[in-house]
């Protein structure tokens, strides 16, 4: 499981520096794609191998569904590590999650979540979030704390 939070940094060539603690369970080989609320996705292989089974099980005869699918794996580019622990951030991801050079790498159980900082931080302020109310609607979908 991916757990934590960790601000880096993106070179001029679009390389960045992964968390040795990701890197161990990302495994040699992963997929980068864009993600939900303008991040970018980074699942280990064989957690974007069950995810594409569930997206070929979607009907092509339903729009959202087939756009859903193009959104996740147009994009989707297969990484590994240099040298250095570092991989290459393709342009069109970059512009699509406007990362530019701070980036907040985010563990999130399945999969890591890389943001530009200035959108993590607009998106992820918890002062104006009320976690209340949303645990309290989380109820509905099984989760109690």
Request: glycine share 8%; proline share 3%; with cysteine.
């Amino acid at each position: 499981m991916f757990r934590g939070e960790y601000n880096h940094s993106v070179d001029t060539k679009g390389r960045l520096i992964i968390p040795s603690k990701f890197r161990e369970q990302l495994g040699e080989e992963f997929i980068l794609t864009r993600g939900l609320d303008g991040c970018l996705f980074v699942f280990p292989m064989k957690e974007w191998e069950d995810y594409e089974e569930k997206l070929r099980k979607l009907p092509t005869t339903n729009k959202n569904a087939r756009s859903f699918v193009r959104f996740l794996t147009a994009g989707a580019a297969s990484c590994e590590f240099d040298k250095q622990g570092r991989i290459l951030i393709p342009a069109t991801l970059r512009k699509f999650a406007g990362i530019e050079k701070d980036v907040v790498l985010a563990g999130l159980l399945n999969r890591i979540e890389i943001w530009s900082e200035e959108k993590w931080n607009q998106n992820n302020n918890y002062e104006e979030i009320d976690m209340d109310e949303i645990a309290g609607q989380l109820t509905e979908l099984g989760l109690d704390i």
